[in-house]
């Protein structure tokens, strides 16, 4: 059970790392209101449209916090959710890819829900919430069902 | 598909740990397995028969609804 695609174990703990710190940055972020002044700066835009005005492959002034906790939490759900468990096998694999039709799924259900009951601006928050949420959903179900196995009859003989 | 791993163990007196460890997967694969959420593959149920020395038919019985 050799899966090409999943990166070492020890990657996982790094992602849980990664994914805590972009975790409590965007609650730092949200608590203390605003983005980081400092983090005010030049960068590449293939393509910036604001108040109508659209720019093509230019050089513009943005805060990248957002863009920085994004990174951090995708990158640190990827390293969480595909690095080797300490003992992988055919079952945590299939669990694995089960978890994955089901984030798959689940995400898509509340999308339809958010559609229909999610306006304008709410509606974009919404779909700023749903780049995240498959990845949170596998790592959930994933994770507890991992622990929901491991959990039951422990000393049993 | 049932199984007969758990009395198996029984009277071989090891825990899933220890099968677990024999057949090279982790405890939550035999609990799964043992549970019935699970049905292993071709290759880690031949492993297993090996373990307890016996036929991978004696082990897994195969029910109605297969």
């Keep these: 059970m050799h899966n090409k695609l999943l ?32 983090l005010n700066i030049k960068v590449f835009a293939i393509l910036d449209q604001d108040m109508g005005q659209s720019k093509y492959f230019s050089f513009i002034q943005n805060n990248v916090t957002e ?5 951090l939490f995708i990158i640190g759900g990827l390293f969480a959710g595909f690095s080797r468990e300490k003992t ?5 694999a299939n669990l694995r890819l089960s978890s994955m039709l089901w984030a798959v799924l689940v995400n898509y259900l509340l999308l339809i829900v958010a559609l229909i009951f999610f306006y304008d601006l709410s509606f974009f928050d919404v779909m700023v919430l749903n780049m995240f949420t498959i990845l949170i959903i596998f790592l959930g179900r994933f994770h507890y069902i991992l622990y929901r196995t491991s959990k039951a009859n422990p000393h049993e003989k | 598909m049932k199984n007969n791993i758990k009395v198996e ?7 899933q740990e220890e099968l677990a460890r024999a057949v090279d997967v982790s405890r939550q694969t035999i609990n799964a ?10 290759i880690l ?3 297993i028969g090996r373990v307890f020395k016996k036929a991978v038919e004696e082990i897994f019985i195969l029910e109605s609804g297969d």
């Design chain 2, 9 to 15: 163990r029984a009277i071989k007196s090891i825990t």
């Design chain 2, 45 to 47: 149920s031949l492993k």
């Design chain 1, 67 to 71: 863009e920085i906790i994004g990174i």
């Design chain 2, 33 to 42: 397995i043992e549970s019935g959420k699970y049905v292993p593959s071709t």
């Design chain 1, 7 to 38: 990166l070492p174990h020890r990657f996982k703990t790094a992602g849980w790392l990664l994914l805590s710190v972009a975790v409590l940055f965007q609650i730092l972020v949200w608590t203390r209101g605003g983005e980081l002044s400092w």
């Design chain 1, 88 to 92: 992988e096998d055919e079952f945590i």
